[in-house]
């Protein structure tokens, strides 16, 4: 509980943070909408700041203290240290290149290139990237990054982990497309990472959660799913990151990079990969009375232990995420045979539903029931004392999926068309003057929160967020798109 003293100085420096925002900012009247010149310099301002004080060798963490000396990704963070995991360097390239591509202004694609630049300097030779890049030169020996120094031997261990090294390849795939695939640089990093993916695929198609080599084919056979004969109710400590991997979307990331590469370089050897695991998909549905998948399996194909609150079990949660790749991959292929789990899955997710409409994270093998753990740790049938760090039950997607699915059906398997392009409306409106309003004479979008380092009964402060960054620069991206938009159709109109 916050103390009165501690409630009363963070509402003191928030009516202060918006004073002295207010009185730097322009004042619109309720109704007066913002104009395309006052985006354009809210954009330039923020993007100012944003490269030349935060950035780190052209890299970003996930906050700062607004004085820039307190800082932190996922953990705790040096000045010499950028975060790949999003929303760190590659969200933020991201985030530039929507920028160059609504404005046309170079100096978006520049700002963009040098978060490629910082991406590239912590490629690791296994042709991927770690959560975090280090630039000390002294500790950047005991990594084995592909260059500055070169050749330096250490960890070297690529994650497919919560869109790690998906991300990275996004953004360097993207700006080598937007340089013309004329800076060499550019093109061999993202290169140099597409063939090391496709060369960690197991036999069956499925990807591990990190790698550090290709995988030797006669230790994976390719299996059917199946139930263990027996599975430990207490946390086995195996080493998973092998295991085949659908936890957080690990597979489904990498399906996507190799998809978009198919097409950014028009090789079919990308597509071939994504279909391949397609078909590890199709083979990773376990059989009745579950047919729906697993976090994670073993070389044998069975269900299998993690971190030791991931249990060998069905999980409501990946599955609706494997649900949504087969769509995708039968949208992108034209080929039918990824939509037949769905109709067995969904049937069998929809009558494991909660009794609130929700699904459990994880369901036994075989006999269904939803597990959960304790805040100890120990396996358990109540939900009364589960970790808070954790999800242990999913929102449903169900219904979604199945009017996707009912759609493709009818008619037919198509490639997914091109988003369409930002439409000038109220909410658009709306959010750009928040924008503009919000971002204080220094070129800073400042909230009042603790970075997760600071003591949980510290006083709140101003700090600097990278995905507030990220949402508030695409905002003005897409409100300038729209706006242009919309003038040339009137003009044409006349």
């Known amino acids: 509980m916050t103390s009165p003293r501690c409630f009363a100085t963070a509402l003191f420096i928030a009516s202060w943070l918006f004073a002295s925002l207010a009185a730097a900012c322009p004042a ?7 104009e395309v010149a006052e985006a354009l310099a809210a954009m330039r301002s923020a993007t100012t700041f944003f490269t ?110 919560d869109d790690t090294t998906q991300a990275a390849i996004r953004l360097l795939m993207r700006m080598d497309q937007a340089l013309g695939f004329k800076d060499d640089t550019v093109h061999e990093a993202a290169q140099y990472a597409l063939t090391s993916l496709v060369a960690a695929q197991y036999p069956n198609g499925a990807w591990p959660q990190r790698y550090s080599q290709p995988p030797v084919a ?31 979307n690990a597979i489904g990331d990498v399906v ?49 232990w993690a971190r030791k609150f991931e249990p060998p079990a069905i999980t409501g949660g990946e599955s609706q995420s494997v649900l949504i790749m087969l769509l995708l991959l039968a949208r992108e292929t034209g080929q039918s045979k990824y939509l037949e789990p769905v109709p067995r899955a969904l049937a069998y997710l929809n009558a494991s539903r909660l009794p609130d409409g929700r699904l459990a994270r ?18 358990t049938e109540s939900d009364s ?77 101003p700090i600097i967020r990278s995905s507030t960054f990220i949402a508030n620069l695409r905002t003005l991206a897409d409100f300038v798109e729209a706006s242009r938009a919309a003038a040339k159709h009137r003009d044409e109109r006349k």
Do not use: C
């Open 28 to 34: 619109f009247a309720a109704d007066d909408p913002p």
């Open 52 to 161: 030349r004080q935060v950035a780190t060798e052209g890299g970003y963490l996930y906050a700062y203290s607004a004085d820039l000396k307190r800082r932190e990704g996922e953990l705790p963070a040096t000045d010499t240290m950028v975060w790949v995991q999003p929303p760190g360097t590659p969200a933020v390239g991201m985030a530039y290149l929507r920028a160059y591509e609504a404005t046309g202004d170079d100096f978006y694609r520049q700002a963009a290139r040098q978060t490629a630049e910082a991406l590239i300097k912590g490629q690791l030779r296994s042709g991927g990237w770690d959560y975090k890049i280090e630039f000390d030169p002294q500790l950047r020996k005991k990594i084995a990054y592909r260059v500055a120094p070169a050749g330096a031997e250490g960890a070297n261990v690529t994650t497919l982990d």
């Open 218 to 248: 006669s230790e994976f056979p390719v299996l059917k799913a199946r139930y263990p004969d027996q599975w430990s109710r207490t946390w086995t400590r195996d080493k998973y990151s092998s295991y085949y991997t659908f936890n957080d």
């Open 256 to 304: 996507a990079v190799v998809l978009e590469a198919a097409r950014v370089y028009d090789d079919s050897q990308y597509r071939r990969a994504a279909e391949r695991a397609g078909d590890f998909i199709l083979l990773a549905q376990m059989p009745d009375p579950q047919p729906a998948w697993a976090q994670q399996y073993n070389a044998r194909m069975e269900p299998a």
């Open 362 to 379: 994880f369901y036994e093998l075989r006999t269904n029931t939803p597990l959960y753990f304790t805040r100890d740790y120990q396996l």
């Open 385 to 461: 004392d589960a970790p808070t760090h954790y999800t242990f039950k999913m929102s449903g997607r169900l219904d979604n999926i199945q009017k996707e699915y009912d759609r493709l059906q009818k008619k037919g398997l198509k490639p997914a068309q091109r988003a369409k392009p930002p439409q000038l409306g109220s909410d658009l409106t709306a959010r750009t003057k928040r924008a503009i309003t919000s971002l204080d004479d220094h070129g800073r979008w400042l909230e009042t929160d603790r970075l997760k380092l600071d003591p949980p009964d510290s006083t709140p402060g």
